[in-house]
């Protein structure tokens, strides 16, 4: 029967992560049925101080909290203490994942090194997210998503040409942190479905912006060539970007000669024209084109040209504020959940992005109180005679 049993609902994952890679990680894992066991220290996540804030009936909550903790358990531990010590060796002793994202070596300064866990629960898979990796001469700076991306070069690829770098308007490096590290978690354990052996699983924000430079970083690894600020121009394809009709900037993407053809078609251009002919030549003249697509646009509507564009089969949108995108049928219909908090109501968040055909039914499981899991999760540790 569908939905019966979630693709990981024998998994239990103790989380000792804060703010937002190692919690989106866990998230994912949360989403697709594991138990997760949110570890805060007695002045919780951090995030949960972080604007912007939820204010109903009379309570408020952190929505950037909320972001990427849906569906977790939360107790709270203090690791400096010998009681919280013992009490995460018993959780990582029942455990199939542990994630953390502490410095390198605060850990192992607690007695409670990953290695000392894995070898009293062979079974356990451990993943460490970090700034920068533990090697190298960086490996323990604190990382943070501003740094990473100005140090791993992702700032130097966003902005216009002669303008001032910028970064990703969202916290991309955390994030891309946080899908690797998840993907690596689920190769892992299934790595343990062969060899019965967990193991430990390590990735980085600098790793994960490094990991999708895709051609930028072999254009210059391979051939040499140093990325260039170019706004919302692709770098080597043409025309693909931002172009302004009479009423809207809409945005384009002529990705292929026959997507060429049918555009070249609706704007009125010659698509064997020597200066347009090919892709090559086309990102050469960019600059003109973009004005003479520009001035063909000049005086028609974006509704007008969406139509054109679309019927054509020519990729081409709409550029949406954040409240149009969460207005839009085609989001609200199938990627936005509403969760029921227990002081909050019912709350509208964005869903997870995955859809399994064997489960529909998303987990709706609101972002846990401070250790309000806390007798519930360490029951059968009290029971064994652990302190209360």
């Known amino acids: 029967m569908k939905n019966a049993h979630r693709p990981l609902s024998d998994m239990r994952v103790v989380d000792l992560s804060r703010a937002l890679a190692g919690p989106y990680a866990t998230m994912m894992m949360a989403d697709a049925g594991a138990e997760v066991i949110k570890v805060e220290p007695p002045t919780g996540d951090d995030s949960r101080g972080w604007l912007p804030y939820v204010d109903r009936n009379g309570h408020r909550e952190s929505a950037y909290y909320m972001s990427a903790n849906r569906n977790k358990r939360s107790v709270v531990l203090d690791l400096k203490s010998a009681d919280g010590a013992d009490r995460l060796r018993w959780l990582a002793s029942q455990a199939d994942v542990l994630v953390e994202n502490y410095r390198p070596g605060v850990l192992e300064r607690l007695g409670l090194g990953l290695d000392d866990l894995r070898a009293a629960n062979p079974r356990l898979v451990t993943l460490s997210i970090t700034g920068f990796g533990r090697g190298g001469p960086d490996g323990k700076r604190p990382g943070f998503d501003q740094i990473v991306q100005a140090e791993g070069g992702l ?44 193991q430990h699983v390590e990735t980085s924000l600098l790793a994960a912006v490094v990991g999708v430079h895709v051609f930028h970083g072999v254009g210059w690894l391979a051939a040499g060539v140093e990325p260039v600020l170019t706004g ?38 010659d698509p064997d024209r020597p200066d347009l002919a090919t892709n090559s030549a086309r990102v050469a003249h960019a600059d003109a084109l973009q004005k003479e697509i520009d001035a063909l646009l000049a005086d028609r509507s974006a509704d007008e040209v969406l139509y054109a564009l679309d019927a054509a089969g020519v990729p081409a949108g709409r550029i949406r504020t954040i409240p149009e995108v969460y207005d839009w049928e085609q989001v609200r219909e199938s990627m936005v959940l509403t969760l029921p908090h227990p002081t909050l109501g019912d709350l509208d968040v964005p869903g997870s992005p995955l859809r399994l055909s064997e489960h529909t039914e998303p987990r709706r499981e609101p972002p846990p109180a401070l250790g309000v899991d806390q007798d519930d999760v360490f029951a059968d540790y009290v029971r064994a005679g652990g302190c209360r």
């Open 232 to 269: 919302n121009r692709h770098p080597s394809i043409a025309p693909y970007g931002v172009f302004g009709c009479a009423d809207a900037d809409i945005a384009i993407a002529v990705a292929s000669n026959s997507l060429w053809r049918k555009f070249a078609s609706i704007m009125g251009l």
């Open 155 to 198: 700032m130097t690829l966003t902005g216009h040409p002669g303008g001032s770098p910028q970064r990703v308007g969202i916290p991309i490096a955390d994030i891309l942190a946080g899908m690797f590290g998840a993907f690596g978690v689920m190769t892992a354990l299934q790595a343990r479905e062969r060899t019965g052996r967990g």
